[in-house]
């Protein structure tokens, strides 16, 4: 009955990632849920609930339980986390699983507790947490067990983790709530200012993956976009340019850029030292945007690059480090 004793859960704003020993990553799903205000029932989770996003009747609502890498709403998460657990594991199982959940870097101590309740309610026979850049870099594959400086700059949906890690613990870490998520508002925000068009979050979401930079492109790019127009009250098309979104990303790009400044400014001598030979690691779906690299590198003069599997190194490392805890012996 050993089976799937061990899982590694990145609980993220905007998507929640499974990894179970032995398996990989066996589920990533948008941690959304729909569910009816009137009778309280939940109607959907997962992707079939972000389809929902914008589109419910008055008496359904799809929405985030998590919001900035904190569980605001402890009911739902609970649930959701309840259903997502059995999802992965299937019923092959009935011994209760052993449960490595990432939490924010900042994160409080209220805050670690909601999260280590919502998981052991949810089905953990024992529960640990470990910081998101942590696991970040094991997902990256960096050996952090080495006195080693290494940057980590985990961009999530809700927030940003930078630390410099070494001898397999955070050295000097910050967290700013500026990620995915505020490239989304940043975008509605342009729109609606510029354009007088009202866009959604998916639609937001759609511009930034397509056509989405924070550093100058060689050639412009352009995308179709619908929205409302808040003049005439009409659907409306209109196209959009790749400048412009390197207009509106600016902003919060910047504030990411910023944390690392700052993190830079705090880290002892010899760390900055490695982190200027061995460069600065990004992960995270907010790693994905365009220019990023390009931007930090600009700003700090440290080469910069992007873990191979961004989205999921920070659930790879959280699995791996239930591994690497059961194989040492160590009691979580």
Not at 27 to 54: C, H, Q, W, Y
Not at 99 to 122: G, H, L, M, N, W
Not at 130 to 158: F, L, Q, R, T, Y
Not at 159 to 165: E, G, Q, Y
Request: charged share 25%.
């Amino acid at each position: 009955m050993a089976i799937a004793s061990d899982i590694g859960i990145d609980l993220g704003t905007a998507s929640i990632l499974v990894y179970i020993k032995g398996r990989g990553v066996v589920l990533k799903e948008p941690s959304v849920v729909a569910f009816d205000r009137d009778t309280n029932e939940i109607k959907a989770i997962g992707e079939e609930a972000r389809l929902m996003i914008g589109r419910t009747p008055g008496n359904i609502v799809a929405v985030r339980p998590l919001r900035k890498g904190v569980i605001s709403d402890y009911t739902i998460t609970e649930k959701m986390m309840k259903y997502f657990i059995r999802k992965a594991v299937g019923k092959r199982t009935m011994r209760k699983p052993r449960i490595c959940v990432c939490v924010p870097s900042q994160a409080t101590e209220v805050e670690r507790k909601a999260v280590e309740d919502a998981t052991y309610t949810a089905g953990a026979r024992e529960v640990s947490l470990i910081e998101e850049p942590v696991a970040a870099a094991i997902g990256a594959g960096i050996d952090i067990s080495k006195p080693c400086g290494n940057m980590i700059v985990d961009i999530g949906g809700g927030t940003s983790d930078v630390a410099v890690i070494s001898l397999g613990g955070t050295v000097i870490s910050a967290s700013v709530k500026v990620a995915g998520d505020d490239f989304d508002d940043a975008l509605v925000r342009y729109m609606r200012k510029k354009h007088n068009l009202l866009i959604g979050e998916r639609t937001a979401e759609e511009i930034k993956i397509r056509i989405g930079t924070c550093f100058q492109l060689p050639e412009v790019e352009t995308l179709d976009v619908r929205g409302r127009n808040l003049v005439t009250g009409l659907p409306k098309t209109i196209t959009v340019t790749s400048d412009e979104t390197l207009e509106a990303l600016q902003d919060p790009a910047l504030q990411i850029v910023e944390a690392v400044h700052s993190v830079l400014e705090r880290t002892p001598p010899e760390l900055a030292s490695d982190i200027s030979d061995r460069g600065i690691v990004l992960t995270g779906g907010g790693a994905l945007l365009r220019g990023l690299e390009d931007l930090l590198k600009e700003r700090t003069g440290i080469n910069t690059i992007t873990a191979d599997e961004p989205m999921t190194a920070v659930a790879v490392g959280t699995g791996k480090y239930v591994e690497f805890m059961s194989t040492n012996g160590i009691k979580l």
